[in-house]
């Protein structure tokens, strides 16, 4: 009995969660803000390149490839930092969910290009044939044929990717971006009280558990079946 | 474009750095033989206990994976070095990060593997049980081969993002890569060490990256 309260009272204390449980709203307000517009941001610039890619055009692509490989291979928390102490020094100041957002936007949109880009080419190229010959332009066949059909294998794989990276939100708060962790770990210092990093795990969950059910459902159904 | 050199490629100032850095990917190295295999090895026990023939168990594991890919690594990792301590568990950085790291790429890995092991056909099962194999025998030697290799571009990709995530344990002070580079940074305010960090991450990560690509491409067609 005496350690199941004082349990209770470390992680799940009444006082404590009355008293922070506005910051852990603003800061779930914060995470949810940011987080939608790095996914739209990042989806939409992935797509956008794997369209330019789609145009094979050599020196273009080469720099999307660069672009794409580099984002995909250094950990977020390193380009966050870099920015965030880098662009200062040479003159220019963002605020810190900016920096967030750009660079959370561009890992995503990195990744996206890369995903995007294997569904185009696995339309086989019959179907690209097929619709040119039907008179449709170049961008007429990506738009209304190609695209469609690719975009369907797209979306396992793109889900999964969008969450993982709009989990990397957590990292703002290495720069003091006031999201869930930051109200969290603040609350937690000034309270002398686990609580609030209990708080800040379960609106996570929260926010996060219908996405990853329905990460795992869009996976079963769309899956590539083997005999 | 001078202060960009100055500020970003300051040779002077990498070349001082280096010994931390150093340092720092040592224990990168060190706490990706740690994570990997322990997440390749919790990775299986929980796909192949996710596929258990009991409901309850099946269930409980799955909703630990789920939960555990849905709480974001960095808040996982400062519940454990921060938040235990309240509960009487004063875990080292380094145990901290085991910890947050055995659960969260345990449950990616098991995830992988459980697709890896669905799509074995159920007649792999039936063949190799009516030659006399066992249960466990089919498993190991019939079912998990194929298994992996359905789903090595997955595996070796996990990877990539266990090593890129090893960054946060700088928030836990840990002195990996990046801790030291960011040290470096904050003593001579100048974000070349972070760049030089930044040019090792991608030297042991881009190979690899170009690899996953070429081996998804050849599994995709």
Redesign the interface.
Known sequence: MEASSRFLDTFFNWEVIERYLPAIMKGVVVTIEIAAAVVVAGILLGLALAIVRSFQVLVVNALIVVFVDVFRALPPLVLVLLVYFGLPNIGINLPSFAVLWLVLALVLAAFAEEIFWAGILSIPKGQWEAARSTGLSFLGTLAYIVLPQAIRLTVPPLTNRTIAITKNTALGTVIGVGEILNQATTAQSFSGNATPLMMGAIAYVILFIPVVVLGRFLETRFAWRRV | ME??RQ??FNLAIMEQAFPLILAGLKQTIVICLIVIPLGLVGGLAFALTSLSRFRTVRWTVIAGI??F????????L??IY???P??GFRPSPMTAVAIAFFLNTSSYYGEIYR?GIE???L?QWDAARSTGLRGYQTLTYVVLPQAVR?VLPDLVSNA??VV?????A??VALPEL?YS??MA?SVT???SP??L??AI??AM??P???LI?RL??RI??
Do not use: C, H, M
């Open positions: 202060a960009i500020q970003f789920d939960f890919r849905a709480i974001p690594p960095l808040v996982l400062i519940f921060a938040g235990l309240f509960a697709a799509s074995v056909g007649g359905n990539v993002e890129k995530l090893t960054s946060i700088s928030v990046l580079a960011d940074r305010f100048n974000s972070i760049v960090a930044a991450y991608l990560l881009w690899v990256v170009r690509s998804e491409r995709a067609t």
